[in-house]
């Protein structure tokens, strides 16, 4: 049996900075190249903010362009999560700046921190949220500025993130359209293999802790792979059982775009056509929080995917956290 969704999507939008970092600038930087780059990540470019621009100027912006297309004002809006670990400032939530920057006067606000599962966190908190609080418009957006915690001396993790946002208003679903499952997961025993371990209350600033660069995002890439490959595709497995749906019905599937081999072996672990996987990849590294939304954005606004469309969502961060859902457009 089918479930009856209590929220559907009514408008998306994303916003990237204008400045892209090549491959080929990469090169200049550390001692890499673009074909290890291509054959190892699949990526060719990225998207990286001015220094200095912070995550709201962009969420404001991708928040504008949902709120277009859903034709809604942000003085409709009651509700603003977003899902990032690059917030404007560690307080206060960046999510209450974009409420000032969009005029969302009547709107509670806030941050959730679940890195790259940051934007499926969101949209399950919102279903709650929704189905219990009687909310009539949120706004979920998904946005990282990585470029601010990247070691631009670190090869082996400078070359894979990028910077953007996406969002999307939800309201409640009218009919069989919208949210039919989600699915969040954890396990913290795995928090030292990708995270920034300075700037917090364990390593507060100090310059030996920045000399030590304990401000950037550190990596074990192998490991987080390994893991990322099983735990979306058990995550996947739960929405698309707990949506009643079968993965041959979807038709599209948008995973978090980490690394293009992840991507592919996701895929082949549900025999499903390179055609029915959305991959943006090559053109934004990895966004985290940003990645799910601006892919859904994109599909939608290249005709990818429609109203009716069935479209299943899934992605893996650090924490180690995982997530899933399964929507109707
Ligand atoms: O969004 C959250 C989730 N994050 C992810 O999903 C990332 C998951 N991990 C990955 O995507 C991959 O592990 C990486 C792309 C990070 C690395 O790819 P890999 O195939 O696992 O490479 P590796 O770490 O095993 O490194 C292979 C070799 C090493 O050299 P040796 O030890 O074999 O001599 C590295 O030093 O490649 C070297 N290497 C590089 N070479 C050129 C590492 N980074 C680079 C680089 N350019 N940028």
Not at 24 to 47: C, F, M, P, Y
Request: negative net charge.
């Amino acid at each position: 049996m089918k479930k009856r969704p209590c929220i559907e999507i009514l408008g998306t939008g994303r916003a990237v900075p204008e400045r892209i970092l090549t491959n080929q600038d990469l090169e200049k930087l550390v001692d890499t190249s673009d074909e290890w780059i291509l054959a190892r990540t699949g990526i060719q470019q990225r998207h990286i903010a001015e220094p200095g621009v912070p995550l709201s100027f962009f969420a404001a912006q991708a928040a504008q362009a949902a709120l277009a297309d859903a034709g809604a004002s942000g003085e409709e809006i009651d509700l603003i999560i977003l899902g990032t670990v690059t917030g404007d400032s560690k307080f206060p939530a960046t999510a209450c700046v974009v409420q000032d920057l969009i005029g969302a006067k009547s709107a509670a606000a806030f941050d959730v921190s679940a890195a790259c599962s940051g934007f499926l966190y969101g949209l399950q908190l919102a279903e709650s949220m929704m189905a219990m609080q009687g909310y009539r418009r949120i706004l979920l957006i998904g946005g990282e500025i990585l470029s601010s915690m990247v070691n631009w001396k670190d090869r082996d993790t400078c070359v894979l993130f990028g910077d953007g946002v996406g969002a999307v208003v939800l309201g409640p679903a009218q009919g069989s359209h919208g949210v039919l499952s989600t699915y969040i997961k954890s396990d913290g025993a795995f928090r030292d293999f990708l995270h920034s371990p300075g700037c917090g209350s364990l390593n507060p600033p100090s310059h030996e802790n920045v000399d030590k660069m304990l401000h950037t995002i550190h990596m074990e890439g192998r490991e987080v792979f390994r893991h990322a490959v099983t735990s979306m595709a058990d995550a996947l497995n739960q929405a698309l059982d707990q949506a009643g749906v079968a993965v041959e019905e979807l038709d599209l599937l948008i995973p978090h775009q980490a690394n293009l081999r992840i991507i592919e072996a996701v895929g082949k672990r549900f025999r499903l056509s390179p055609d029915k996987i959305f991959v943006n990849v090559d053109r934004f590294g990895n966004t985290s929080a940003a990645s799910i939304p601006i892919a859904l954005d994109e599909a939608r606004k290249a005709g990818r995917i429609a109203s009716g469309s069935l479209v299943g969502m899934v992605t893996f961060g650090a924490g180690f956290t995982w997530a899933a859902a399964v929507i109707r457009l």
